[in-house]
């Protein structure tokens, strides 16, 4: 009898062999003209470091805490919406506390979330 994992790639080995097969041949497209994507402009910074059991945030500059942050961010959302949030967060911060800090994010009225990879609060 077969394992589940010998089942698994039983089963996906023809359907990645069939999906290679459809890759052009060649030499892969080379981009000349590359840049940096541009910057978000207004976009709205919040740094999320963990400070012993804490979490400590950084809005536009200004510390709070956690349960401060939606008190500062409805009137920012009711102003501007459609701003852009860049969620920085340590590598550290829990992922239910990040999960509670886009829940106030969208709470407050901001749904154009994004987050930024390999950001080191450490050295800040």
């Known amino acids: 009898m077969l394992c589940p994992f010998s089942l698994t790639l039983l089963?996906?080995?023809p359907l990645a062999l069939f999906t290679f097969s459809l890759l052009p041949e060649g030499?892969?497209?080379v981009m000349t003209n590359a840049e940096a994507p541009e910057l978000i402009e207004d976009e709205l910074v919040l740094d999320v470091r963990k400070e012993g059991?804490?979490?400590?945030?950084?809005?536009d500059g200004r510390e709070c805490t956690l349960e401060e942050l939606p008190v500062l961010l409805k009137p920012?959302?009711?102003q501007n919406p459609d701003?852009?949030?860049c969620i920085r967060a340590a590598a550290d911060v829990p992922h239910e506390r990040m999960k509670k800090l886009v829940c106030i994010c969208l709470e407050a009225?901001?749904?154009n979330l994004f987050f930024s990879a390999n950001f080191n609060l450490q050295e800040q």
């Open 11 to 13: 089963l996906i080995s």
């Open 83 to 85: 701003r852009c949030v």
């Open 109 to 111: 009225g901001f749904s």
């Open 53 to 59: 059991d804490r979490i400590a945030v950084r809005v």
């Open 27 to 29: 030499e892969p497209p």
């Open 76 to 78: 920012m959302a009711q």
